[in-house]
């Protein structure tokens, strides 16, 4: 399975950005499909998550302004981000759970593939 990103993109503080995840295989049988954000010096962070079975799960700087959801066939997760701050300034990747390991659902280790990521800049 291949992930590529779209939708990023820059825009001024309290703009919005909808960001995509289209994969090449069948992610159906995922636990998780997650968006994760690393900006410059920083180390990558969970963003938002969603399970197969539809829950989700946010990073708390984000809450009430983020929200992550995906199409009918499970195979295109969004993430629509609204009243973006120049502090969500970072490169987006979005990301796969086949494994369904324990370590919560911001836990970089049980996602595998990655995409390459989508820049999102907020001035």
């Known amino acids: 399975v291949q992930l590529v990103e779209s939708g990023g993109g ?3 503080a309290g703009g919005s950005l909808r960001l995509s995840c289209a ?3 069948n992610t159906g049988s995922c636990y998780l499909m997650g968006w994760f954000r690393q900006a410059p010096g920083n180390e990558r962070e969970g963003v938002a ?3 197969r079975y539809g829950s989700t799960y ?3 700087s984000v809450k009430g302004r983020f929200t992550i959801s995906q199409d009918n066939d499970r195979d295109i997760p969004y993430l629509q981000m609204n009243s973006l701050k120049p502090e969500d300034t970072a490169m987006y990747h979005c ?3 086949f494994i369904g390991a324990s370590g919560g659902w911001s836990n970089t280790m049980r996602y595998n593939p990655w995409g390459q990521g989508t820049q999102v800049t907020v001035s």
């Open 95 to 97: 990301a796969a759970d």
């Open 49 to 51: 998550s969603i399970s």
């Open 23 to 25: 994969a090449s295989g």
């Open 58 to 60: 946010y990073a708390d």
């Open 10 to 12: 820059s825009v001024q």
